[in-house]
């Protein structure tokens, strides 16, 4: 009597061959500089979609500004106005598909940048939450610095120290941002990609390529800095721009083409 033979092995699940970080290019210290002239090109191609987004940015600028005024609360002015530095690349979202659709050949339109801010509501949620905890703490490490650092304005080293290690404070928690967001968003707009992979690679290019984002630092801080001096009409077009640029940083950069495209 043949005993029945042992049930076969299941075969082993397929592996994700992917690498965890995305790979990314070793890039020239200007090319940021070409990254604003193509996203100068996308901003003339797509002028209507741009104003659009551009008079949404410098609505809520305004709006978020006259409500800290009306409260009287310039410490408070400052922290929403350095929230809304930090949020702003969810804002880009939109933006990035209308670089996306000209890239592909196609007239952008904005039920295309609300599809897919749909598509990507959730990633962008887990960056905007993380976004939240480091505004959280960058806020409470400047109490902590005013607290052991109290402000004398008739002690002029003490004000110095203030403002030296304060600025220092921010300068981390910027920079970490920065890190996280410099194509982490472009490239969930663009790929099936969850968000960890996407902050982890943007990080990992960023240090990559050090001389050339602070170069796009650079340019980012100063165009910003324009679009607040002009009562913060010029975001309206700053915006924009920086979001078409950084869109093509991203094409430049990393090498996304193992994950699937969106649709």
């Not at 043949?2 to 994700?16: I, L, M, Q, S, V």
């Not at 702003?88 to 295309?112: I, N």
């Not at 982490?184 to 990992?204: F, G, K, Q, W, Y």
Request: contains cysteine; glycine residues 8%.
């Amino acid at each position: 009597m043949h005993e029945p033979a042992p049930p076969a092995a299941p075969e082993p699940a397929a592996t994700d061959d992917r690498p965890f970080v995305v790979p990314c290019t070793d890039l020239h210290p200007f090319a940021p500089l070409r990254w604003l002239r193509l996203g100068w090109r996308d901003l003339c191609a797509a002028p209507g979609l741009s104003a659009v987004f551009g008079l949404v940015i410098v609505a809520v600028s305004i709006a978020v500004s006259a409500l800290a005024w009306s409260l009287g609360r310039f410490a408070l002015l400052a922290t929403l106005l350095s929230g809304f530095v930090f949020i702003a690349p969810l804002l880009a979202v939109g933006l990035y598909c209308v670089s996306r659709g000209l890239a592909a050949g196609r007239r952008p339109t904005l039920a295309d940048s609300f599809t897919l801010a749909r598509r990507v509501v959730g990633q962008a949620g887990v960056f905007a939450l993380a976004q939240l905890v480091i505004l959280l703490v960058w806020s409470r490490a400047g109490m902590m610095v005013n607290a052991f650092f109290p402000v004398d304005a008739s002690n002029l080293h003490g004000l110095l120290e203030f403002l030296l290690i304060g600025s220092a404070v921010g300068s981390l928690f910027a920079a970490i941002t920065f890190a996280t967001a410099a194509f982490s968003l472009p490239m969930i707009a663009d790929r099936e990609v969850d968000m960890v992979t996407a902050c982890v690679s943007s990080i990992h290019a960023v240090m990559r390529n050090k001389i050339t984002m602070l170069v796009w630092v650079g340019l980012i801080v100063v165009l910003t800095a324009v679009g607040f001096a002009t009562a913060f009409l010029g975001l309206g077009l700053v915006m924009p721009w920086l979001a078409y640029a950084a869109w093509h940083g991203y094409r430049e950069t990393l090498d996304a083409s193992s994950w699937p495209a969106l649709d």
